[in-house]
């Protein structure tokens, strides 16, 4: 049974006067074939934009990959890599899905009457 993972951006604040994003809301859901079974991580990432920095891009300019590409570079740790942050969450998601999917495959519920 395979698991996907589906990474979002939720909501984004920003600057008016700039369009330099403040706040981004991000999840991530891991679930498996038939959506019987979910794990949720989610956060927010808090930004000090800077419209005169080489790289500041603008509200109306941003991808969805962008700001994606910023969640990831937030939840490295020790000398990791994006890639390898972002890999490291998917698979501890995957794994909290696949335990409740063998926790649920061997109880039942209901009545005997």
Avoid at 11 to 31: C, E, F, I, K, P
Avoid at 36 to 53: I, M, Q, V
Avoid at 93 to 100: E, H, L, N, P, S
């Amino acid at each position: 049974m395979a698991i996907t993972t589906t990474w979002s951006i939720n909501d984004m604040v920003r600057n008016d006067s700039d369009g330099g994003v403040t706040t981004v809301y991000w999840s991530l859901v891991a679930q498996n074939d038939s959506g019987s079974e979910s794990a949720t991580e989610g956060g927010k990432l808090r930004l000090t934009p800077n419209a005169g920095a080489e790289g500041f891009v603008a509200y109306d300019s941003l991808t969805e990959a962008t700001v994606l590409s910023w969640i990831y570079d937030s939840l490295i740790e020790g000398d990791e890599t994006a890639d390898e942050a972002k890999a490291r969450i998917e698979a501890d998601r995957t794994g909290k899905v696949t335990a409740q999917i063998a926790r649920n495959s061997s109880t039942s519920s209901g009545k005997p009457w």
